[in-house]
């Protein structure tokens, strides 16, 4: 492309070109920002996509808060209202292992599919598209150099629930989905980063165009269908297929995401198979991703040629046979408790917590929520090994009986074999991943670690969500700041924090250099605010 443009200067460790300008998570269109990529310096494809995140990144970001309602609240609800907020458990995320491994292969992914690719334009040419259902006109598209040369992306495999899909949302949150270039310009291009798509059961691809045109429409802000009218359209599969070609280079698509893949037909013809997908990164240079059960092991990767093209193999639910990893998700889970004493999980009710769920973080969230929600109803005190068995097989029991009547089909328990992962991965990707598990445990079992970085997360994010006036490098030099100070903890950091942000908050909205003393004087306020709250309760 030989439009010119300025690199982003100046940001942190740690920090994003898009960090101080937009809040990914909602805002999902951007203006272009670029960051020097010294290996692929000139592909304003790749150097306008954030960095990839380091582990200990990932671990701080995958960690979510839960708000739980203060003894005095819950006691002004009754019965419905108290259950209900135990409904906030379904927000809970924490670090798996498979996440920093996402986050990689994610982003390698990217930079293959756009390195692999030119641009062709012409002024003169007019090529109509529609977004936020305004008619517009690009003069460029984006095609493949090498037809028999495929984008690898990855492959996502894990029994159900074990958090595949949360993972890639939590991931998704962090990268722009849709970036303009040169947009006061003829050269003004939109780069889809990545469409995530569902597949439809029963193989049904005349639902899966109409599937993957609603994504292209989401993406691009069309309230009013046009590119699901255009895939749902054509006379037949093959004339849908050409147009979805299209569309691929003419947004300059980074990548499909196939979610449930088990879902697809591999023993139909070309048109109605796994194949179309394998087809379109050969001619379009797009890269193809899968998430998928482990059925879709035998049922889509038994063959060679067709495995490779899917990428590296990272398993989602390796996991859920490991305590010790296991136990540090109750750790974190039972931080919140709907109960003024709270109970300590210690290993029996941990090995309990286990054995109910086989180590499924999404049945864990589930139980857990009623042995909650039964203390709200009944006042019980006591949480046993035995009662735990008991509330699973009062909500579960339907559950297990079929699976175990019909072998295990719901979960695999047992990883795949070394010969299965060969099939997909090298030896170095296999060492690869087993790095960075080693050094999951690694973070995850260093208290330093947990008590500072994840506190900081934390913080960050409570006060952003609050309000969009501190930046990040703001919030972050006040939280250094009052972690210099002694016995902080015993008031929440994010109050402090804040609380000393907004003292040094002046009519310009700029923030003085942040002091000891300043903290001091923030918390003196909140423990005197405390003091005063405490004397009114007792005198009423």
Excluded at 355 to 381: C, F, H, N, P, W
Aim: glycine share 4%; hydrophobic share 35%.
């Amino acid at each position: 492309m030989a439009f010119k443009y300025k690199y982003e200067t100046g940001l942190k460790k740690g920090e994003r070109q898009y960090d101080q300008h937009y809040n990914l998570k909602t805002e999902k269109k951007v203006i272009a920002r670029y960051i020097k990529s010294y290996q692929h310096q000139g592909n304003p494809y790749i150097e306008a996509l954030p960095k990839g995140r380091s582990i200990e990144e990932v671990l701080c970001l995958y960690n979510r808060d839960i708000d739980v309602p203060s003894v005095k609240a819950l006691s002004s609800m009754d019965e419905y209202e108290r259950c209900d907020t135990v409904e906030a458990l379904d927000d809970f995320r924490v670090a798996l292992p498979f996440h920093a491994m996402v986050e990689l292969e994610f982003h390698r992914a990217l930079v293959r599919s756009y390195k692999k690719r030119e641009i062709m334009e012409d002024k003169d040419v007019n090529l109509e598209y529609t977004m936020e259902n305004k008619d517009m006109v690009s003069h460029n598209c984006i095609v493949s150099r090498n037809f028999s040369d495929p984008a690898l992306g990855f492959t996502l495999l894990g029994t159900s629930g074990c958090g595949k899909s949360t993972g890639i949302n939590m991931l998704l949150e962090n990268y722009p989905q849709v970036i303009i270039h040169a947009p006061d310009s003829w050269q003004r291009t939109i780069q889809i980063v990545y469409l995530h798509i569902h597949c439809p059961q029963n193989s049904n691809f005349n639902l899966l165009y109409r599937t993957i045109g609603r994504a292209f429409d989401r993406a691009l802000g069309n309230l009013k269908p046009v590119y699901e009218t255009l895939l749902t359209t054509g006379r037949d599969l093959g004339t849908k297929y050409a147009t979805l070609r299209n569309l691929v280079e003419r947004f300059a698509v980074g990548m499909l995401i196939l979610d449930e893949i088990e879902l697809m037909d591999t023993k139909s013809t070309k048109e109605t198979s796994f194949e179309m997908f394998m087809q379109l990164s050969n001619e379009t240079g797009v890269a193809v991703s899968v998430i998928g059960t482990m059925d879709a092991y035998t049922d889509i990767f038994s063959k060679r040629r067709t495995a490779r093209r899917t990428g590296v193999l990272i398993e989602a639910g390796k996991y859920c046979t490991k305590k010790k990893q296991f136990e540090r998700i109750v750790n974190n889970l039972t931080m919140f408790q709907w109960r003024p004493d709270p109970v300590y999980y210690d290993e029996t009710l941990t090995n309990a917590l286990f054995e109910a769920t086989d180590g499924v973080i999404s049945d864990l969230v589930e139980i857990y929520k009623q042995i909650q929600k039964d203390y709200l109803r009944t006042k019980r005190k006591e949480v046993t090994p035995e009662y735990i068995a008991s509330i699973a097989d009062k909500y579960y029991k339907g559950l297990r009986e079929i699976s175990i009547m019909e072998k295990n089909p719901i979960r695999r328990d047992n990883t795949l074999t070394e010969e299965e992962i060969r099939r997909l991965n090298s030896f170095d990707e296999n060492i690869e991943q087993q790095e960075l598990e080693q050094r999951y445990d690694e973070l995850m079992s260093n208290p330093t670690f947990k008590t500072y970085e994840l506190l900081q997360e934390n913080v960050i994010r409570s006060i952003q969500e609050q309000t969009k006036t501190f930046s990040r490098n703001k919030i972050e030099a006040a939280f250094v700041a009052a972690m210099e100070g002694e016995n902080v903890v015993d008031i929440r950091l994010v109050d402090i924090v804040t609380k000393t942000l907004l003292k040094l908050q002046t009519s310009t909205n700029k923030v003085k250099t942040i002091t000891k003393k300043d903290i001091e004087q923030a918390k003196a306020e909140i423990l005197e605010n405390n003091r005063q709250e405490k004397q009114s309760k007792h005198t009423i």
